[in-house]
């Protein structure tokens, strides 16, 4: 797929959600919108509303699990309200993950697929794109200041010895400066205003999708795509200290 043809299926998908169901079902079955919009209407008045499933009734349907054990659990539910009914009964071991994803598929006549049974077809990818955001030393109130000779190695460590001058990143001399925070009124004497993005872009060349489809591991993928020149978040982040936007200790926070 290329980037026109991605680009007319997200605007056909665009589409399709603006539009009303009544519009839809008059296409398909070749009736007039009217009449269609009627009966949806008429039907709501009488009280039609869509089935609406309940895990644990399910889970009974499915025999896995007693009316009691359900009516117990919700109950639990109250005290545990970020999780979910069968987030709940597999952590309690009433039933396993399997057990649960089997007879939800059931129900909705869905099929399971294991992820390695998954073929990827590399040319549908443009590229992969990562980020973070990072607080931005403030220009009002940002110092200069030259680096000792112990802080520029840990940076150049952090960067990646091996690429940092392939990317044409500084070396150590006495005019080199960094910025780092101070405080003052303009950022309420925190030393940082705004955030600024980091960002790594991997981008689907030929070598990469040769990768793939040897079914590649992350470490071999990430290696070509550093060898073609991608810019790690890390070394985004640490050519931003360099550019007196940010400094060491914000993208150690963000890049771990």
């Not at 059931?106 to 294991?114: A, E, S, V």
């Not at 000779?149 to 400066?177: F, I, N, T, W």
Request: glycine share 8%.
């Amino acid at each position: 797929m290329n980037e026109n043809s991605l680009h007319s299926a997200l605007e056909l998908q665009d589409r399709l959600r603006k539009r009303r169901l009544g519009e839809m079902l008059s296409e398909q079955s070749n009736l007039s919108r009217e009449s269609v919009e009627t009966a949806l209407a008429t039907a709501a008045k009488n009280g039609y509303r869509p089935p609406r499933y309940r895990v644990g009734d399910i889970l009974i349907e499915a025999g896995l699990v007693t009316r009691k054990q359900v009516e117990d659990i919700r109950a639990r539910q109250d005290s545990e309200k970020h999780k979910r009914l069968g987030t709940i009964m597999v952590e309690s071991g009433l039933i396993s993950e399997d057990q649960l994803l089997n007879a939800l598929a059931k129900k909705f006549g869905l099929r399971i697929i294991d992820l390695d049974d998954i073929q990827i077809a590399p040319e549908v990818m443009l590229g992969i794109i990562a980020q973070r955001l990072v607080r931005r030393l403030c220009n009002q109130c940002k110092v200069p200041y030259h680096p000792s000779s112990e802080e520029y190695e840990q940076l150049v460590e952090s960067y990646g010895r091996e690429y940092y001058e392939r990317h044409g990143m500084p070396a150590y001399d006495d005019k080199l400066l960094l910025q780092r925070a101070k405080g003052c009124p303009a950022c309420g004497g925190f030393g940082y205003s705004g955030r600024i993005a980091i960002q790594e872009l991997l981008v689907n060349s030929p070598a990469i999708r040769l990768a793939i489809r040897q079914r590649s591991g992350a470490d071999i993928i990430d290696q070509v795509a550093r060898d073609e020149g991608m810019v790690t978040l890390r070394q985004d982040g640490i050519e931003k200290i360099f550019h007196g936007i940010t400094d060491f200790n914000q993208v150690n926070i963000v890049c771990l």
